[in-house]
């Protein structure tokens, strides 16, 4: 049995501090340590902060997260540093400051440790290519992390920290999470103030909280928003599950999806079949969309002097994004348009819907490829079809850990709310996690297993 | 946009046209972008989507109005 602080929940460390049963030095000094013993396979940290949390944590106000270190992903201003987002320098001269999520969590009392590794740009799926080193998931470290807030999923997973902030523009906070065994969930649009964050100007892109349970996630939850997220009996709602989403799937992601929401059922969820129009259209309105809102916030000298810098394949996808046809564009928007009414319409006969966050396990770093029914293609186009519609809608999304392979990577169900209701995801979740006893919330990775006296 | 050998000439012409330049590597991880999320755009391009209405005065943050 492991006693040291970061096994423990970000709610028990939080309490713990509250009753002076953990002293808060301490643990921000074995969270430093648990950084440097644990973080070299994994490249999950960006950079950490020894000087500057001590700092918070000494002008830490009473709050919520009192004391208790958290992480933030590279695409939001810190007083001390500016967002990089993955690469040498962020492209839209988003410089040190207080972005709205430093001052919530500072405001809550929480102590930032450490800026967490990140898809270059936030341009992909995996987490594998990166200026701080290809983000390793903590159950395999061969295999990736995910992207892009790959850093924030493998931290929290492997017991670094016990919440972490990602961001989701076409499901970047979902994937790692699945990838890294999580809870990650991504607001509704717009929840959370903008300002000091790099694609604040985005449409589709949204904070939110990684920790290892639903629980967690609500207590960082509701210091990001500003409120906290209440808890409500779960077991009467209705859960859509719409059949394009289970097609095309690893036999095992499947297997354990379905299983999780026949859990969900024999708790009281009543399970009906929804049909959403446009679905066909996702994966190329996603990557359009996102791919080309962010050029007209970029800062000319900033992309001079970042493009030598970036890898090679975020080097030739920049100058290929630039060939999109406008009319790519508009008629995007035309299907984003046509997925929200379906949304909409989903949500006045059902409170939920639900498919599997990724289609298969994290792929390996060499080659980020997954396989499929269908064949072998690269894990962000596989990716994209199942968590783009959550960006293109707005709505709130959440990744919960449901299954392991026989290979022991970790499977993981998605549920998306109707807008502003991002309370009863966490309430489902909680409700799943019952339902399977919490093997897989609870479940180690071999990195963060206790070692043998 | 153009596939197979004309791909090439394309992205250099149309890249070039703005003082881009195009290397190789460019154009090797363009093909496999191409290949991989090109037939989507292109059935984007294609679909008949006049039945679909637009979205005006888009929100994410809330949902959308039905048309009636």
């Known amino acids: 049995m492991s006693d040291h602080p970061q096994d423990l929940s970000l709610r028990e460390q939080a309490a713990a501090i509250a009753d002076g049963e953990l002293d808060a030095t301490e643990l921000l000094e074995a969270t430093l340590a648990r950084i440097e013993e644990r973080d070299g396979s994994l490249h999950s940290i960006a950079e950490s902060f020894a000087s500057e949390a001590a700092r918070m944590l000494s002008e830490s106000p009473d709050g919520p997260l009192h004391g208790v270190p958290v992480a933030v992903k590279d695409m939001f201003a810190l007083p001390w540093r500016a967002p990089r987002d993955g690469c040498v320098k962020n492209l839209f001269g988003v410089g040190p400051g207080e972005s709205a999520v430093y001052r919530r969590l500072r405001d809550a009392g929480a102590v930032i440790v450490a800026v967490t590794n990140m898809h270059e740009l936030g341009a992909g799926s995996t987490g594998h290519i990166s200026a701080y080193g290809a983000c390793a998931t903590p159950w395999d470290t061969s295999r990736c992390g995910g992207g892009s807030s790959g850093g924030s999923g493998s931290a929290v997973g492997a017991r670094l920290v016990a919440g972490a902030v990602g961001t989701d523009g076409g499901g970047s906070i979902r994937y790692p999470a699945a990838y890294c065994g999580i809870t990650g969930l991504k607001f509704t649009w717009g929840s959370v103030p903008p300002d000091g964050y790099t694609h604040g100007f985005a449409s589709m892109g949204a904070p939110g909280p990684m920790c290892r349970d639903a629980a967690d996630a609500r207590l960082l939850g509701g210091v990001l928003l500003g409120r906290p997220l209440a808890s409500r009996r779960a077991n009467s709602l209705r859960l859509g599950v719409a059949p394009w989403f289970w097609e095309n799937l690893d036999p095992e992601v499947e297997a354990g999806c379905r299983t999780a929401v026949d859990a969900l059922a024999d708790s009281g969820i009543e399970v009906r079949e929804v049909t959403l129009d446009g679905v066909e259209h996702i994966v190329s309105a996603t990557v359009i969309r996102l791919t080309l809102e962010g050029l007209p916030s970029t800062k000319p000298e900033a992309v001079a002097e970042v493009m030598p810098h970036l890898s090679p394949v975020g080097r030739a996808l920049s100058k290929y994004n630039l060939l999109l046809p406008a009319?790519?564009?508009?008629?995007?928007?035309?299907?984003?348009?046509?997925?929200?009414?379906?949304?909409?319409?989903?949500?006045?006969?059902?409170?939920?819907?639900?498919?599997?966050?990724?289609?298969?396990?994290?792929?390996?770093?060499?080659?980020?490829?997954?396989?499929?029914?269908?064949?072998?293609?690269?894990?962000?186009?596989?990716?994209?079809?199942?968590?783009?519609?959550?960006?293109?809608?707005?709505?709130?999304?959440?990744?919960?850990?449901?299954?392991?392979?026989?290979?022991r990577l970790p499977i993981a169900l998605q549920l998306l709310a109707p807008w502003g209701e991002d309370e009863r995801l966490l309430d489902v979740a909680e409700l799943l996690e019952q339902a399977t006893d919490r093997r897989y919330v609870d479940a180690l990775p071999p990195i963060a297993q206790p070692t043998p006296a | 946009m153009e596939r197979g050998e004309q791909f090439d000439e394309v992205v250099r012409l149309t890249l070039g046209r703005y003082g881009i330049p195009v290397d190789d590597v460019d154009l090797a991880v363009m093909r496999v972008a191409e290949q991989v999320y090109g037939p989507g755009r292109d059935a984007l391009l294609a679909a008949d989507l006049s039945d679909i209405e637009p979205e005006h005065d888009l929100d994410p943050s809330r949902a959308p109005a039905q048309p009636l």
Not at chain 1, 381 to 401: D, E, F, H, K
């Open chain 1, 327 to 407: 009319a790519a564009l508009v008629r995007a928007d035309r299907v984003r348009g046509q997925l929200r009414r379906s949304v909409g319409r989903a949500f006045e006969d059902v409170d939920l819907l639900a498919w599997p966050t990724v289609p298969a396990p994290p792929p390996l770093i060499a080659e980020p490829q997954v396989d499929l029914p269908s064949g072998r293609v690269p894990a962000d186009y596989a990716n994209v079809r199942q968590g783009g519609l959550g960006n293109l809608t707005g709505v709130p999304a959440i990744s919960v850990p449901c299954g392991l392979t026989a290979e």
